[in-house]
C-alpha cells in the first residue's frame, strides 16, 4: 500500500473548507482530523501541522466565520444609503442572510464547548460586526435619529432580535406566511427601539 502524502498546497485553507462541508452536513460532532486527512488524501499526521486539536480546527473555523460575516456586513453599509434607517436595514438583512445560509457556522461562532477557553482571537472577533452597529448607533445619536444613552444598552437589543429571528427562521417554526415579511416587522421594532424618547 503506497503512502498518504505529507503535503498538499494549501492544507489549512482545504482542511477549513471540508471541515465547513462536514459541520454544515453532518455536525461539529462528526468532525474528525483523522477523517478529514483521509478525504483530502494526505497522511494522518499532517492536519497537526495546522490544527493541534480538532478544538483547533473548530476555532478557527468560527474566526474564519466572523471574517466573512464582518465582510457580509461591511459590503451591505457600503451599498446602503446615508440615513441610520438604511444603514441598520442593510446591515440587520445582511446579518440575517448570514445566519439563515450559514446556520451550523453561525451556531459554531457562538458557542463555546463547557470548561473550555477559546482560542484568544475569538476573545475579540465577535466584537468585530457588532463595533458596525456600535458605529452605526453612535452614528444615529449625533445625528439625532437614535434616543441618547449608553450604545451598548441600545445595541443589546438590536443584536438580540436579529439573533432570535435569524434561529427562528433556521429551526423552521414560522410558516412561510409569517415570514414573508417577518424581517421587515423586526427591524421596523428594532428602529422604533432606537427612536428618541
Not at 499532517?46 to 483547533?56: D, L, N
Not at 457600503?78 to 445566519?99: C, I, P, T
Not at 450559514?102 to 472577533?125: C, E, F, I, K, W
Not at 433556521?170 to 424581517?183: A, K, Q, Y
Request: proline share 6%.
Amino acid at each position: 500500500m503506497k503512502d498518504r502524502p505529507y503535503h498538499h498546497g494549501d492544507l489549512a485553507a482545504a482542511l477549513l473548507t471540508h471541515a465547513e462541508e462536514t459541520l454544515r452536513e453532518k455536525g461539529a460532532g462528526a468532525l474528525s482530523l483523522r477523517e478529514l486527512a483521509r478525504d483530502l488524501g494526505v497522511s494522518p499526521a499532517a492536519p497537526s501541522r495546522h490544527f493541534r486539536t480538532k478544538q483547533a480546527l473548530l476555532d478557527a473555523l468560527a474566526l474564519a466565520g466572523f471574517e466573512r460575516l464582518d465582510q457580509a456586513v461591511s459590503v451591505s453599509l457600503e451599498d446602503a444609503g446615508s440615513s441610520f434607517v438604511e444603514r441598520l436595514d442593510a446591515a440587520a438583512r445582511a446579518y440575517v442572510g448570514f445566519a439563515v445560509d450559514n446556520p451550523a457556522l453561525l451556531d459554531l461562532m457562538y458557542s463555546v464547548p463547557y470548561g473550555q477557553q477559546p482560542h484568544a482571537s475569538l476573545n475579540t472577533r465577535p466584537q468585530a460586526w457588532s463595533d458596525q452597529v456600535l458605529e452605526l448607533i453612535a452614528d444615529g445619536q449625533r445625528s439625532g435619529t437614535v434616543r441618547q444613552g449608553p450604545m451598548e444598552r441600545i445595541a443589546i437589543p438590536v443584536f438580540a432580535a436579529l439573533h432570535g429571528y435569524a434561529n427562528i427562521i433556521v429551526r423552521g417554526t414560522l410558516s412561510p406566511e409569517v415570514t414573508v415579511h417577518g424581517l421587515d416587522d423586526v427591524i421596523a421594532a428594532i428602529l422604533r427601539g432606537c427612536e428618541p424618547r
